[in-house]
T-cell receptor, first 113, second 117 residues
Framework: GQQLNQSPQSMFIQEGEDVSMNCTSS?????WLWYKQDPGEGPVLLIA?????ELTSNGRLTAQFGITRKDSFLNISASIPSDVGIYFC?????????????FGKGTKLSVKP | NAGVTQTPKFQVLKTGQSMTLQCAQD?????MYWYRQDPGMGLRLIYY???????DKGEVPNGYNVSRLNKREFSLRLESAAPSQTSVYFC????????????????FGEGSRLTVL
């Protein structure tokens, strides 16, 4: 079946650092989304992308929909402690079945000891 | 606003016991979902309901049943719990009141942590 390969699996951040993560697939999608999950909570939508090549920002977060429609990346600038959590990419074909949204396995952000 | 509410938040079962996880949303969404989250596995879809009166299997439906009781409520039932069903379960909803195209924007509950001994 379709899979999303998300990397890195985990990373440590120091306050003020920039963070990058990405998601790739062998399949084409026309919708890419990024969710964040805080500890003990459900995921919350950060950014949704609906057009190949689209670059969208939400505060310190920037996400891009790859031109090939097979990948997306998320950047966090000047990280702060509340950025810790698990970030999930998700993808589907817009307008398709409600059951065809798939998720990556997540990138876990932790604070450097 | 309550959004998506799940009960219970924690549950411990013995192998073979049954239980139902309840979910309700107050956003008048058409679609509802049940996911399970396991370490290193991300979120996997168990069942979904595109609209009131319909339910469909997701990626990992075995061992589960669902009921879309009305537009607000979507329950997940484990008839005979197994240790492999130890997981965190999330209910989600999506879809505007007009039933427009699926945008992928889901609203999740806080999760139900289930342990099967």
């Amino acid at each position: 079946g379709q899979q999303l390969n998300q990397s890195p699996q985990s990373m440590f951040i120091q306050e003020g650092e920039d963070v990058s993560m990405n998601c790739t697939s062998s399949s084409i999608f026309n919708t890419w989304l990024w969710y964040k999950q805080d500890p003990g909570e459900g995921p919350v939508l950060l950014i949704a992308l609906y057009k190949a090549g689209e670059l969208t920002s939400n505060g310190r977060l920037t996400a891009q929909f790859g031109i090939t429609r097979k990948d997306s990346f998320l950047n966090i600038s000047a990280s702060i402690p509340s950025d810790v959590g698990i970030y999930f990419c998700a993808a589907q074909n817009y307008g398709g079945s409600q059951g065809n949204l798939i998720f990556g396995k997540g990138t876990k952000l932790s604070v450097k000891p | 606003n309550a959004g998506v509410t799940q009960t219970p938040k924690f549950q411990v079962l013995k192998t073979g016991q049954s239980m139902t996880l309840q979910c309700a949303q107050d956003m008048n969404h058409n679609s509802m979902y049940w996911y399970r989250q396991d370490p290193g596995m991300g979120l996997r879809l168990i069942y979904y309901s595109a609209s009131e009166g319909t339910t469909d299997k997701g990626e990992v439906p075995n061992g589960y049943n669902v009921s879309r009781l009305n537009k607000r409520e979507f329950s997940l039932r484990l008839e005979s719990a197994a240790p492999s069903q130890t997981s965190v379960y999330f209910c989600a909803s999506s879809g505007g009141t007009s039933g427009g195209p699926n945008t992928g924007e889901l609203f999740f509950g806080e999760g139900s942590r289930l342990t099967v001994l």
